[in-house]
């Protein structure tokens, strides 16, 4: 009982992740109707925000003290972080801090990333093939891994987590199992609760707000909407913006899981696309659904009974469970009619 409670806990933190990519990805595709493959860069940069932070924060200021002298008799030289030169003793707790902090600078970052790809780039292949839009934002996540190659090095960079938030929660206690019969890390549980937040946040915009209804109507009819005067082109860059900072704040706060590196995107690609075929291309619901689904199956594959028995599972479970949800239903769990289906 302990350990399958502690898979389905591992099952529901790559969930998240999974959801919060494929949102995005849907968001594009049921707005726009462009097959993005360069949104698992924009994870990538999204941690590299995070990354960034911290290096500006933690940049070192020299100054002479003279009333201090070294083994050699010359005044000492001190130290000090920048963020500790402008806020003083906050700048401790900002350090510390740096990663959850960093999503200050990931949002307006994000935004006008996905805003200038959109009007950039985007825009032109609205209404070619498929295949030509993979190539092309294939080729652009290839150019922004190689960017931050050049910037930040090749090497995994690793981001600490805040101490608070170091070791593990007694989840069994919580549930009136055993003391410490399943325990799950902080951060990972973080991770977890931030994901619901930021979907339901999404779904909230899309269903409570002017600008959320008018972007869902378009996304069934836009000439419709085009029609009655609403520049329903405006809108739909707006929500590209929206979903380049989703899949951002997702690699923001995965980076004390996994240190940023710069093919942390194409890591993330494929599954990214398997979750949102198998949600039912342009279904919101159906991409968080199926991120859920699929990191719970992944996470169960992963155990050392289920290995021993099916050597290998836990490497093809995601792509399996794609095959025969694809094959039951051309269209996905909760796609629409028509979508990826004959």
């Given amino acids: 009982m302990e350990a399958l409670l502690a898979q389905l806990l591992n099952g529901l933190d790559k969930g998240g992740a999974y959801a919060l990519i494929a949102l995005g990805l849907t968001l594009v595709f049921g707005t ?14 999204g941690a590299f925000c995070a990354v960034a932070f911290r290096q500006l924060i933690t940049l070192e200021t020299i100054t002479i003290d003279p009333d201090q002298l070294s083994p050699w008799g010359a005044p000492l030289e001190i130290k000090t972080p920048l963020a500790q030169t402008w806020f003083g003793e906050w700048g401790g707790l900002i350090i510390e801090y740096s990663v959850p902090l960093s999503i200050l600078l990931a949002i307006p970052v ?78 990972r549980l973080t991770y977890f609760v931030f994901s619901i937040g930021i979907l339901s946040a999404v779904f909230a915009f899309l269903r409570f707000t002017t600008f959320g209804m008018v972007v869902r109507a378009g996304m069934v009819d836009r000439e419709t909407v085009g029609i009655l005067g609403i520049n329903i082109g405006r809108r739909f860059t707006i929500m590209f913006g929206i979903a380049a900072v989703v899949a951002g704040l997702a690699g923001v706060m995965y980076t004390p899981l ?59 479970i995601i792509y399996l469970t794609a095959v025969v949800i694809l094959l039951v239903r051309p269209r996905g769990l909760l796609g629409r009619r028509g979508v990826m289906e004959s």
């Fill in 110 to 187: 994000m935004l006008l990333v996905g805003i200038a790809m959109e009007r950039g780039l985007i825009k032109h292949f609205y209404k070619r093939p498929h295949a030509e839009q993979i190539l092309v934002t294939f080729g652009l996540a290839i150019v922004l891994q190689e960017v931050i190659k050049a910037i930040f090095g090749a090497n995994p960079i690793s981001q600490p987590m805040p101490s608070a938030l170091q070791g593990a929660a007694d989840i069994g206690s919580w549930l009136g199992l055993t003391p410490n019969s399943v325990t799950y890390p902080w951060w």
């Fill in 258 to 316: 996994v240190p940023p590196n710069y093919h942390l995107g194409m890591d993330f690609l494929v599954l990214s696309f398997v979750v949102v075929v198998v949600g039912g291309m342009g279904s919101l619901p159906g991409a968080v659904a199926a991120g859920f689904l699929l990191g719970i199956l992944q996470s169960f594959a992963s155990m050392n009974e289920v290995k021993s028995l099916l050597p290998g599972i836990d490497q093809i």
């Fill in 32 to 45: 726009l109707g462009v097959v993005n493959f360069a949104h698992g860069a924009l994870f990538m940069l």
